[in-house]
């Protein structure tokens, strides 16, 4: 009885490296979900930027606010940053004959 010793190696396909295209698709698919995840925590938690605007009003204003929930707190702020808006550009307008400080400075 003969042993055959070199008996020949089973073929191995050789793992290539990721490809350009691939790479990619991966990041962009990564990149996509990534940001789905960010925009439904945005969604659930409310950013930090606006707990502290109100904790700052609330603090600030003290009893005058207490009886406002946060929903309609926030909508008497937005409210207020609008007429604080509208009463700066007419103020703009009369100073600048008829132009806002960006339209003065060339920026708008």
Same mark, same amino acid.
């Given at each position: 009885?003969?042993?055959?010793?070199?008996?020949?190696?089973?073929? %191995?396909?050789?793992?290539?490296?990721?490809?350009?295209?691939? $790479?990619? !698709? /991966?990041? +962009?698919? /990564?990149?996509?979900?990534?940001?789905?995840?960010?925009?439904?925590?945005?969604?659930?938690?409310?950013?930090?930027?606006? *707990?502290? !605007?109100?904790?700052? $009003? !609330?603090?600030?204003?003290?009893?005058?606010?207490?009886?406002?929930?946060?929903? *309609?707190?926030?909508?008497?702020? $937005? *409210?207020?940053?609008?007429?604080?808006? *509208?009463?700066?550009?007419?103020?703009?307008? +009369? /100073?600048?004959?008829?132009? $806002?400080?960006?339209? %003065?400075?060339? !920026?708008?």
């Amino acid at each position: 009885m003969q042993l055959d010793l070199f008996v020949e190696a089973p073929q %191995v396909k050789s793992l290539t490296s990721p490809t350009k295209k691939s $790479t990619a !698709r /991966l990041s +962009e698919t /990564l990149h996509q979900h990534t940001a789905s995840i960010d925009e439904a925590l945005q969604s659930i938690f409310k950013s930090s930027q606006e *707990e502290t !605007r109100l904790q700052q $009003t !609330r603090r600030t204003m003290g009893d005058s606010v207490s009886h406002l929930s946060d929903d *309609e707190l926030e909508v008497c702020l $937005t *409210e207020f940053q609008h007429l604080i808006d *509208e009463w700066l550009n007419a103020f703009e307008h +009369e /100073l600048f004959d008829g132009q $806002t400080l960006k339209q %003065v400075l060339g !920026r708008g």
